[in-house]
């Protein structure tokens, strides 16, 4: 029970972050946000880089060149996505992901979990019709694109950690993640011409914030991905349901009759999905390890 509440608690930090993120965005430059947002999340994680620094035989520089990569298309490609979306959109659209980890590790589905499936992505097509009360039609595709970047990248993410696991703690796995994602947002920064903000007392709060929330989400995400592997994955459904409740209460992005039935889909779609899949690949790896 302990590991389905972690997985889940996971789940909820995702679904703040994006708030907080468009939060700090709207009056930031996308590189500074970055920088700041690893920086404070490298920072309370510095005392792991020992280590990691004694392990980092087992770090093969071709893996770690990938795994750099994978950090630097994800968080740069999700952050510049929500800077033109509705937290909503970037919600729903990011709820299709664990159906592209499902699709990719090849999980097993009876014909009741494919039904499970069908009502998920039809429930999240429905909140992305008229998500944040914008047509389909009128949606910046630029954005678009880039969230389906970070959304590929975020299931490559999903394996690389997952080969990790054999050979790092969760705090470690969090930790090097981090580190990688500052050095990436630096590089970023730089080639956008090392901006300079001068950053309102508010949004210096909310980017430190998301800053702290990033490890937390993190090594809840991994650990519940360690023990509980198949729950973890499918439990991602609900995060357009916190991230719409959190967009609602903070940013006052209104839910409409759509958004309302999309929602009842994903969860009965995640219902069946849950009870009636079979063994996860990720859940085989976790027993060789």
């Not at 919600?91 to 499936?117: D, E, H, M, W």
């Not at 429930?123 to 678009?144: E, Q, T």
């Not at 023990?227 to 409409?256: C, M, N, R």
């Amino acid at each position: 029970m302990y590991y389905y509440i972690i997985a889940s608690l996971s789940i909820v930090l995702w679904g703040i972050l994006p708030t907080v993120v468009k939060f700090s965005i709207n009056d930031l430059n996308v590189s500074s946000f970055l920088v700041l947002r690893f920086f404070v999340s490298t920072v309370l994680l510095i005392w792991v880089l020992p280590s990691l620094l004694k392990k980092r035989a087992k770090l093969n520089k071709n893996f770690l060149l990938l795994f750099l990569a994978i950090v630097a298309v994800l968080f740069v490609s999700q952050t510049l996505a929500l800077r033109f979306l509705s937290v909503t959109t970037y919600i729903v659209a990011f709820t299709l992901t664990p159906l592209l980890t499902l699709l990719i590790l090849r999980y097993k589905l009876s014909r009741k979990a494919c039904l499970g499936v069908f009502l998920a992505v039809t429930g999240s097509l429905v909140f992305f019709y008229r998500s944040g009360n914008v047509s389909l039609f009128h949606i910046n595709y630029i954005a678009i694109f880039l969230m389906f970047l970070g959304m590929i990248s975020w299931v490559f993410y999903t394996l690389v950690i997952s080969k990790l696991h054999k050979n790092f703690n969760d705090f470690e796995i969090v930790a090097l993640t981090n580190y990688l994602a500052l050095f990436s947002s630096i590089i970023f920064w730089f080639l956008n011409g090392l901006p300079v903000d001068k950053i309102p007392n508010e949004i210096m709060l909310a980017s430190l914030l998301s800053g702290g929330l990033i490890p937390l989400a993190f090594i809840f995400f991994s650990i519940g991905l360690r023990h509980v592997a198949s729950f973890t994955i499918t439990i991602q459904y609900l995060e357009p349901i916190f991230g719409l409740i959190f967009a609602y209460l903070f940013l006052h992005e209104t839910l409409d009759k759509l958004q309302i039935v999309g929602s009842i889909m994903v969860i009965i779609g995640i219902g069946f999905i849950s009870r009636y899949s079979q063994s996860h690949n990720l859940d085989k790896l976790k027993e060789q390890q």
